[in-house]
């Protein structure tokens, strides 16, 4: 029998032992590296991810899209400051053009968020400037571009996809 001072058990109404439920709150996700930059990457692809899940994806590119970005800046006073920095901004450049990209390679919204959220991606010697990164399940590839490299994408996006596009297996 169970006494009374037990405070997860008690007797009901007709004797029978009944169990007082415990409800935890699910913690926020935290994004977990060693290095600020790489949280905040993990951060923002997080976001970015549950950004376009809220769109529907478009029937067809615009010239629009190849040109568009967002930025976000983030001003995490006290919150997570162990894991990420106090202010920091994420710009992510023509979001709809590599989501159609990914679908086109068929990687999923989620395998690509899981991919580079999960755990922090690992470092790969490089030669050249910036980070370059693997996920940490090894299927996709990180590399920190200069503000130049922006520009040339910029420049080369739209052929690029044109020619994937039209040599697409999935046409």
Not at 19 to 24: D, L, M, R, T, Y
Request: include cysteine.
């Amino acid at each position: 029998m169970t006494s009374s001072s037990s405070p997860s058990l008690r007797l009901g109404g007709s004797g029978s032992v009944t169990k007082k439920k415990h409800f935890v709150q699910q913690k926020v996700k935290v994004f977990r590296a060693s290095d600020p930059v790489i949280s905040v990457f993990m951060w923002g692809v997080n976001h970015s991810v549950n950004d376009l899940s809220q769109v529907p994806v478009p029937v067809m590119l615009l010239p629009d899209d190849f040109k568009a970005n967002t930025k976000i800046k983030v001003n995490n006073h006290l919150f997570n400051k162990e894991n990420l920095p106090g202010h920091f901004k994420f710009k992510e450049y023509c979001p709809q053009v590599f989501r159609n990209l990914r679908e086109r390679f068929g990687i999923e919204d989620l395998d690509y968020q899981v991919s580079l959220t999960r755990s922090p991606p690992l470092s790969v010697e490089a030669q050249g400037e910036g980070l370059l990164l693997n996920s940490y399940d090894k299927t996709l590839v990180i590399k920190q571009i200069s503000s130049e490299d922006v520009a040339d994408m910029h420049n080369i996006l739209s052929e690029y996809h044109q020619v994937y596009y039209k040599n697409s297996p999935l046409i």
